[in-house]
């Protein structure tokens, strides 16, 4: 079906993108034609969200549009307060569907990814593991932090941490926590892979070294735009973290044909307000005129 605009909204089209999920769907979005446009930019968000959570979905929807990219925004099966139940490698199977899809509906030239947060460690393991990774032409990682780093300040995680650990000795780490993390519930597998170092989710702790980063990172061979904010409330170290994004970048410079680092100064992790998103949006746009075409 084609949904019409609201003043806070955008138009576009929404399929089932699975054969076999009904639960997993796209909104791909209009140009001014109704149509779809010549490219696609996919954007991923973190935990807990979905369609329309991010402030600046409307306006870089807007701004793509003016560059040939409809934007284009899933529910997978760890969307809003799914996450707990799922895995990075569950979202790689899924992300695999919509692309498959994307190419056989609407057989769009050039396909970028956009991940914020956690959404950032889906981009980079499906550029790892993804059947389709060959077919991305670019990504961009905003917020791209770790939540392990967030989790070791947090005065409920040793008593989570510990009955996690105790469910997955017992053979049962599909279990629920009794806890909720994030507001939302949480098995044990998915909270030790939050929380655990060099796990599937530990992608960007900032104590990670380079003999580390290299396999996580070495299949980003893709140009790739880093983005990073200096208030991000989920970042205990600024300084450190700072360093950490340097590094990170210059482990990608060594694959990615072109790696491109970005700083926002006093803006948070979700870029909530106009002030902080309207820069992040003229960057990707940049980005993908200039770098992806």
């Known amino acids: 079906p084609k949904l019409s605009a609201m003043d806070d909204g955008v138009e576009g089209v929404m399929f089932c993108f699975s054969a076999t999920k009904t639960n997993l769907v796209a909104f791909v979005t209009l140009n001014k034609d109704r149509k779809v446009c010549k490219n696609a930019l996919i954007l991923i968000p973190g935990l807990t ?15 793509v549009l003016a560059i040939d990219y409809s934007l284009v925004q899933i529910n997978l099966s760890s969307s809003f307060n799914q996450f707990g139940f799922s895995s990075l490698e569950r979202d790689c199977l899924e ?4 692309l498959r899809a994307l190419k ?45 780093d967030s989790l070791v300040t947090e005065h409920y995680t040793p008593s989570m ?17 009794s806890q909720f993390y994030a507001g939302a519930p949480i098995t044990a597998s998915r ?10 989710d530990d992608m960007f702790s900032v104590d990670l070294d380079d003999t580390e980063l290299v396999p996580i990172l ?25 360093r950490f994004a340097d590094r990170m970048a210059s482990v990608l410079t060594r ?28 960057s990707v746009v940049t980005f993908l005129s200039q770098v992806v075409s």
């Not at 460690?121 to 993804?130: A, E, F, N, S």
């Not at 009955?163 to 279990?175: C, I, M, Q, T, V």
């Open 49 to 63: 969200e979905g369609f329309m959570s991010m402030a600046y979905t409307k306006h870089l929807s807007e701004e």
């Open 95 to 98: 992300l695999t569907e919509l």
């Open 104 to 148: 056989e509906r609407f057989a769009f030239t050039r396909v970028a990814i956009l991940g914020h947060s956690t959404g950032a460690q889906d981009t980079v393991y499906y550029l790892r593991y993804g059947e389709l990774a060959s077919t991305v032409d670019a990504v961009i990682l905003q917020s791209a932090v770790s939540d392990r």
């Open 161 to 177: 941490v510990e009955e996690a650990a105790a469910l997955k000795a017992a053979g049962n780490e599909s279990k629920i926590l």
């Open 191 to 200: 909270f030790l892979s939050l929380v655990g170092r060099l796990t599937p």
């Open 218 to 242: 070495g299949r980003v061979r893709v140009p790739i735009l880093l983005c990073f904010s200096s208030g991000d409330e989920f970042v205990p170290d600024k300084d450190a973290q700072r």
């Open 255 to 282: 694959h990615s044909p072109c790696t491109v680092q970005v700083e926002y100064f006093e803006v948070n992790h979700g870029l909530s307000e106009a002030k902080f998103y309207a820069p992040f949006v003229t």
